[in-house]
């Protein structure tokens, strides 16, 4: 099972930028897509964005286009979440995930890290 590992969470002011990073302790290959989600308290979780691993393609939740970038490293194993112009609302603990093949679920997790939004 792929094991993943979130890091670049913290406190930011509204407006400001953060970098999430998601390392996987296996080579992509076999994975089919990579998510980022988030949950804030007394909410459900929410997909926030997905990279397919083959074609590159991206998609993103209405509330994060054209603020948040998901992007790879092959040479990393890294996914990148690039968020900016955060708002006090994106507060949440961020979390990543993988997809084996495509209609499969989201069935491997990292531990969460935590963004905090002042305003």
């Known amino acids: 099972q792929v094991q993943l590992v979130e890091s670049g969470g913290g406190l930011v002011q509204a407006g400001g930028s953060l970098r999430l990073s998601c390392t996987l302790s296996?080579?992509?290959?076999?994975?089919?897509?990579i998510g980022w989600f988030r949950q804030a308290p007394g909410k459900e979780r929410e997909v926030v964005a997905t990279?397919?691993?083959?074609?590159?393609?991206?998609g993103y939740a209405d509330f994060v286009k054209g603020r948040f970038t998901i992007s790879r490293d092959n040479a990393q194993n890294t996914v990148y979440l690039q968020m900016n112009s955060l708002k006090p609302e994106d507060t949440a603990v961020y979390y990543c995930a993988t997809q084996q093949r495509l209609g499969g679920t989201y069935d491997s997790w990292g531990q969460g890290t935590q963004v905090t939004v002042s305003s």
């Open positions: 990279i397919t691993w083959s074609t590159r393609m991206t």
């Open positions: 296996v080579r992509f290959l076999g994975i089919y897509k």
